[in-house]
């Protein structure tokens, strides 16, 4: 899946400038490999009620998706970690997991053509 609007071109650019294109596309790969892991976790965290975990993965997506541009999928997370298990629900999740496959797939597209 991939979304044009998904990356805010302005932020990625400024991090190829900032740490190159090279690092970047290492950087990516390894989101790219992690945020499934974490996308999992959250869902592990809500069905144990372990708050904690649930507010430190959320924490960690939002980050990622901060540093690569991925705004929609930062500002879901971010709600995530400041709603915790009270907000979360099935849609929020499966609308940061649709967020997610959106950025990844224009990460994707800007790091490897």
Do not use: W, Y
């Not at 609007?5 to 932020?11: K, N, S």
């Not at 740490?19 to 069905?47: C, I, M, N, W, Y």
């Not at 975990?53 to 998706?65: C, E, V």
Request: include cysteine; glycine fraction near 8%.
């Amino acid at each position: 899946m991939n979304d044009s609007t998904a990356i805010d071109l302005a932020v990625f650019g400024e991090l190829q400038a900032n740490t190159g294109a090279d690092f970047v596309a290492e950087l990516v790969d390894t989101f790219l490999d992690e945020a499934p892991q974490l996308l999992k976790q959250l869902h592990q965290a809500r069905s144990a009620g372990d708050a904690d975990s649930f507010r430190r993965t959320s924490h960690s997506l939002k980050s990622n998706g901060n540093t690569f541009g991925a705004m929609a999928f930062a500002a879901q997370a971010r709600s995530l970690e400041l709603g915790g298990l009270a907000e979360a629900d099935d849609a929020l999740l499966s609308r940061l997991e649709l967020l997610f496959q959106q950025a990844a797939g224009r990460l994707r597209e800007l790091c490897h053509g």
